[in-house]
């Protein structure tokens, strides 16, 4: 027969090996959502020198009539 308090330590290591275990799961989110927030994990800003405007083109060019055209 064992000590009533080795039972007793024999619970309490238990109980905190299954919370060690389900601590990653708890914890993974947060550190995840803190990281993305601070930008060190996500979509990258790229700089992207283009001589395109935004917008409509408002300066179209001219009509011209084809050569064939009456």
Request: glycine residues 6%.
């Amino acid at each position: 027969m064992q000590h009533p308090l080795q039972e007793t330590e024999r619970a309490i290591l238990k109980r905190k090996g299954k919370f060690f275990l389900a601590l990653p799961i708890i914890v993974l989110p947060f550190i995840t959502l803190l990281l993305w927030s601070m930008g060190f994990i996500g979509k990258q800003k790229t700089v992207v020198h283009s001589s395109k405007q935004d917008g409509p083109n408002l300066s179209l060019p001219q009509a011209r009539p084809n050569a064939d055209s009456n």
